[in-house]
T-cell receptor, first 113, second 114 residues
């Protein structure tokens, strides 16, 4: 069965610092991987996804994630965060062809001035 | 940008009461979902719906739950007799194409059962 582990429930950082939000998954078959972001009082928004091809995927607002099959990881990184990046970030996985997303517990990123 | 709209944003109900949570998916989307998040826990899959029938459901989605697309625009989740443990944020989601699972989520409906 699939599972997703986000080891850090809260990550406080200062503005312009780099950040890495960790995500590990377990699955016995090929997977699709996603990062969703939830800003306060809003829904889950897709940040980036890995379906196939290049293992490094990027979002339009400077986040990137790298699919590492050997380590079963899909960590999210940003070299320099802004206050507006304060949100909760969810890693999710689906097995190829499945209707279902399996989510991690989420990581609350707080960017302080 | 098209949105998935959910109502109500917050509902408080007594244990044993029926609750209907409503969702308006994006108009050209064909696949519909409900997820829920109990406070402090993971977002969990409840059910997927395509072509007017359930395509997959989790073990959480027991006989107390039902979904319906009554009029071609709304997609509803009904809980027949609410329990305390049904208190959660319920998210509706939709997408247009099969396979890639790139969902658009609504802002959620918070259900509090007293």
């Amino acid at each position: 069965a699939q599972s997703v582990t986000q080891l850090d429930s809260q990550v406080p950082v200062f503005e312009e610092a780099p950040v890495e939000l960790r995500c590990n998954y377990s699955s016995s078959v090929s997977v699709y991987l996603f990062w969703y972001v939830q800003y306060p009082n809003q829904g889950l928004q897709l940040l980036l996804k890995y379906l196939s091809g290049s293992t490094l995927v990027e979002s339009i607002n400077g986040f990137e994630a790298e699919f590492n099959k050997s380590q079963t990881s899909f960590h999210l990184r940003k070299p320099s965060v802004h206050i507006s990046d304060t949100a909760e970030y969810f890693c999710a996985v689906s097995e190829g062809g499945s209707e279902k997303l399996v989510f991690g517990k989420g990581t609350k990123l707080t960017v302080n001035p | 940008e098209p949105e998935v709209t959910q109502t109500p944003s917050h509902q408080v109900t007594q244990m044993g009461q029926e609750v209907i949570l409503r969702c308006v998916p994006i108009s050209n989307h064909l696949y519909f979902y409900w997820y829920r998040q109990i406070l402090g826990q993971k977002v969990e899959f409840l059910v997927s719906f395509y072509n007017n029938e359930i395509s997959e459901k989790s073990e959480i989605f027991d006989d107390q739950f039902s979904v319906e697309r009554p009029d071609g625009s709304n997609f509803t989740l009904k809980i027949r007799s609410t329990k305390l443990e049904d208190s959660a944020m319920y998210f509706c989601a939709s997408h247009r194409d099969s396979g890639a699972n790139v969902l658009t989520f609504g802002a959620g409906s918070r259900l509090t059962v007293l």
